[in-house]
């Protein structure tokens, strides 16, 4: 059974940080990835990540505040969001796949399971 069980949203001041996990269990996935969606608004892409850990990729908006890692012993992926914005509030979504891409990482399509989401509230 796949699954993607994600922990660590919470509230926090504008300028504080927050860190995100994921553990997935049931399948290697090949990349897997971080989206957020704020109230009205769309599914928005925060950052991928490779299963070996080598290729990232930022949204524009997050670079230099997020970083996303792994630790393949766990199986396990982390979103570590510094410097955090109030337009950073959004309930936050880990997401895996299975296909072998090279490009275009931020399309929620490319994804074939998700995360049940954690809310992420920063105040100003």
């Known amino acids: 059974q796949v699954q993607l069980v994600e922990s660590g949203g919470g509230l926090v001041q504008a300028g504080g940080s927050l860190s995100l996990s994921c553990a997935a269990s049931?399948?290697?996935?090949?990349?897997y990835g971080w989206f957020r969606q704020a109230p009205g608004k769309e599914r928005e892409f925060v950052a991928a990540i490779s299963r070996s850990g080598a290729s990232l990729d930022y949204a524009d908006s997050v670079k230099g505040r997020f970083t996303t890692s792994k630790d393949n012993a766990k199986n396990t992926v982390y979103l570590q969001m510094n410097s955090l914005k109030p337009e950073d509030t959004a309930v936050y979504y880990c997401?895996?796949?299975?296909?072998?891409?090279?490009?275009?990482?931020?399309?929620?399509?490319?994804?074939?399971?998700w995360g049940q989401g954690t809310q992420v509230t920063v105040s100003s």
């Open positions: 049931g399948r290697t996935f090949s990349r």
């Open positions: 997401a895996a796949t299975l296909k072998l891409v090279y490009s275009d990482y931020g399309r929620v399509n490319l994804y074939d399971y």
